[in-house]
């Protein structure tokens, strides 16, 4: 079985030099929100968005995605108290974004599950769900990092800022998370 | 060292850029979603009416004064908002609000779905302007709620709107035309693939995309479709062939054909159709603009204040003026109404 790697905190040193001046941002930003601020609610969803829906697209139908998405916001509002260090938001709702995929999961099995590919937006080809699907079977740390990384567009560097994860792990994960997904594909290029 | 697949530097890899291709456009498209913190709501009745208490740890005493917040998730946020969320009500079945089933009744906030299965409908309350009733297989956003602004997407599905407000204020977007209330009863259908029809029964609508426009009068319909926008609007009491080969003009408006479609819908318009008439004269070819002028002054005489020269250009008082003649209601109030003073 594939090693998935642990969160990690080694940054390398020029990163150390902007970290407090972002913790402390971000920590400024959820005071806000809490506070009633909806410029810092907006900024923070406009931050993190993309890291939840490649969370939830991993895992759920994609035509629920939107929804979810912002169930995962409004829920980490009401529940901003829980969560003791600023600095952890990143990691905290990425946790609400995936016990919220796996409550939906369970209400699916009662009802009959949709389809990805229901007509309604624009149109993509059968191919693109076919590829998800096989991203979907892969570690999930492989799994959210690669979704961050080839659907939402993110860097590496970005996704190790909303994580919390060392840029070094998310680096590993999408190289390690690749090599497996080409080799379920068929595909024979080299990493 | 560059490395495409962390940070796109370097020579693409081509199967990492074939991925981006592909999986990008599964990317999400939501906007930047913004709130509306309202202090003084204390109750938690729905799941989006939400009460924040006292005691976030990190933050102090001082978030004791936003011990209820009602926190409305919308694709835009105004001030002025009196609340931006509606009542919901089942009809029958279970419908959802997000992933959420719908029991008995609820709140559908701006930014939320509605979506209604096969054993399901459900009435929602338009603010305090109206009421929508959606079908069985539907599926709408609340898209924006404010003071004399109400707009609902709708997906796919069937909706019922009954609107008693001035017109313009409740608007229905759909993926191929855009209808917008000028006071009245209607319904509107999507199908899968974005085309439509409206219906209208009380009043007025005007159902407008990439600034082709149709006023669909009461006991009229008009269809829609991602190619063409709306489609010209007929008295639902028009004889079936009429009907077909106003379609069949329709469907050949993007390339101006129109084969014999034309030539029938002008032979065979009742008085009753000019209304259909004057939508065709801005709809059709120059050249076939002439007879499409013939056949609407054969049937409602053209002002004697109204050039054919000036209509045949389009001009717009001109066209306003011939409209006044065909009784329905004056041209005047929806412009004013589309152009303020």
Known sequence: MEHVLEIGRVLPAGDLLTIPARTAELTATIRAMAAGDQDAFARLYADYARMIHAILLGRVPRRDVDDLVQDVFLTAYTRIRELRDPAAFGGWIATIARNRATDYLRQAREHVELPDDLPGGEPIDAGTFVVLDIVRTLPEAYRDTLLMRLVEGMSGAEIAERSGLSPGSVRVNLHRGMKLLREKLGWHGHD | ?341
């Open chain 2, 1 to 341: 060292m560059t490395d495409y697949l962390f940070d796109g530097s370097g020579t693409p890899d081509p199967d990492v850029a074939r991925l981006e291709q592909m999986l990008g456009r599964l990317r999400t498209t939501a906007p930047v979603q913004k709130v509306r913190l309202q202090p003084g709501a204390t109750e938690i009745h729905d799941a989006h009416t939400i009460s924040v208490y006292a005691g976030v740890r990190f933050l102090g005493p001082a978030m004791a004064a936003a011990a209820a917040i009602a926190l409305m998730v919308g694709l835009t946020w105004r001030t002025t908002t009196p609340a931006a969320s509606w009542d919901v009500a089942v009809i029958v079945g279970t419908p959802r609000i997000g992933s959420s089933p719908l029991i008995g009744g609820g709140r559908i906030a701006v930014g939320q779905t509605l979506t209604t299965d096969e054993g399901s409908r459900a009435r929602m309350d338009v603010s305090d302007i109206g009421q929508v009733t959606i079908d069985e297989g539907t599926r709408l956003r609340l898209v924006e709620t404010r003071e004399g602004h109400h707009r609902l997407a709708l997906e796919r599905g069937t909706l019922h709107a009954s609107i008693t407000a001035p017109p313009g204020q409740f608007v229905v977007s759909t993926p191929s035309a855009t209808a917008t209330d000028l006071g009245c009863i209607y319904s509107l259908h999507v199908n899968d693939d974005g085309s439509g029809l409206l219906n209208v029964e009380v009043g007025w609508v005007a159902f407008e995309e990439r600034g082709r426009e149709s006023f669909v009068p009461a006991g009229a319909s008009s269809r829609t479709d991602r190619v063409n926008g709306p489609g010209t609007p007929r008295f639902d009491d028009a004889d079936e062939p009429f009907r077909r080969e106003l379609e069949l003009v329709d469907e050949g408006a993007g390339m101006k054909v129109y084969g014999d479609g034309l030539r029938y819908v002008l032979a065979h318009a009742r008085t009753r159709d000019a209304m259909t008439l004057w939508h065709l004269i801005a709809r059709v070819a120059p050249a076939d603009r002439a007879s499409v002028v013939d056949a609407l002054a054969a049937r409602v005489p053209m002002p004697v204040t109204v050039t054919r020269e000036a209509v045949l250009r389009l001009d717009r008082a001109a066209l306003d003026q011939w409209w006044d003649a065909l009784g329905l209601d004056e041209a005047t109030w929806w412009r004013k109404w589309k152009r303020p003073v």
